[in-house]
């Protein structure tokens, strides 16, 4: 199985302030990597698709890069609205497995 | 619009089945897969296994071999997914995905919470 590990486990941010989340595979897993954002008592909603491709609807100033094992998420300007907690998830290979997951917290 | 809207909260007892539908609309059943996903009061996202709804055929994560079944009725485009001999650590809420690569990945039901409690 592909392990998928983000770090950091939790951050605390300001509004304003430029977000950096890192997801790092066991194994290449060239760019079949989604970023999600979930938020409480809902369901996951994706933002990035194919390691760096922003789903309609999503705002820009999220952004996706990387290939092989290492992966970003970054957030350019922290807005309210995005204090959630992201996953990241490889789709090269079943079992399809998450990252554990990077809480954004208010500081 | 795409929509998958999941039935409603169920509570067990341990030892006993549960089984959750999944309702899809607004594109073709048969034409993506559907994945099973859980999440355990804060914890992380869980992947179950997947269905293809056309041929019937499925892969289930290895920890869930031999208690889930996954089926589908592709005349009423529901998927179902049934996990047996339920535990407490079972009790989180359950969702089904469509497929989980490329933009189909943002396609999720509202999740169902299961309570596995005696």
């Known amino acids: 199985d592909i392990q998928m590990t983000q770090s950091p486990s939790s951050l605390s941010a300001s509004v304003g302030d430029r977000v950096i989340i890192t997801c790092r595979a066991s194994q290449s897993i060239s760019s079949y990597l989604n970023w999600y954002q979930q938020k409480p008592e809902k369901a996951p909603k994706l933002l990035i698709y194919a390691a760096s491709s922003l789903q309609s609807g999503v705002p820009s100033r999220f952004s996706g890069s990387g290939s092989g094992t290492d992966f970003t998420l970054t957030i350019s300007s922290l807005q309210p609205e995005d204090f959630a907690t992201y996953y990241c998830q490889q789709s090269y290979s079943t079992p399809r497995t998450f990252g554990q997951g990077t809480k954004v917290e208010i500081k | 619009q795409v929509q998958l809207v999941q039935s409603g909260a169920e509570v067990k007892n341990p030892g006993a089945s549960v089984k959750v539908s999944c309702k899809a609309s607004g594109y073709t059943f048969t034409t993506y897969d559907i994945n099973w996903v859980r999440q355990a009061t804060g914890q992380g996202l869980e992947w179950m296994g997947w269905?293809?709804?056309?041929?019937?055929?499925?892969g289930y994560a290895q920890k869930f071999q031999g208690r889930v079944t996954m089926t589908r009725n592709t005349s009423i485009s529901t998927a179902y997914m049934e996990l047996s001999s339920l535990r407490s650590d079972d009790t989180a809420v359950y969702y089904c995905a469509r497929s989980l690569t490329g933009t189909t990945a943002g396609n999720w039901g509202q999740g169902t919470l299961v309570t596995v409690s005696s």
């Open positions: 269905m293809n709804p056309n041929s019937g055929n499925t």
